[in-house]
């Protein structure tokens, strides 16, 4: 029996733009650190709520499916969804190019303001 009243961690599946399997994380809060995405959002995009979150497809790893390294650059969206028996919605890879184009923006302009008001403080 287990003493922790805490449930152990689903490992997340991170897919880029174009759908391909670019990390596998041990939990929600990796895979916001690493991307840098809401937690939120990236639970309601792994349980199907969501088709995306940021510019990144995420799904939990079904328990039935064997994932190791060799699938990372490898794998794509659609054949580890149909692995898992589901059906989801997908963005076309051009407009996911398209979000990842302005995220990349605001984040530099974020960056820029940030040490302007470092240089400022000193």
Known sequence: MRTSKFKRPNKVLVFNGARVLVAITRSLRCAGDLTRGSRSTIFNCCTGKYTRAGVYYYR???PDVLIDLDDLDCLKLEEYDKMCGDERKYITTRKMAHLRQRADVK????????????SKAE
């Open 60 to 62: 939990y790893l079904h």
């Open 107 to 118: 984040f530099k302009q974020k960056m820029a303001i940030a040490k302007e008001m470092l």
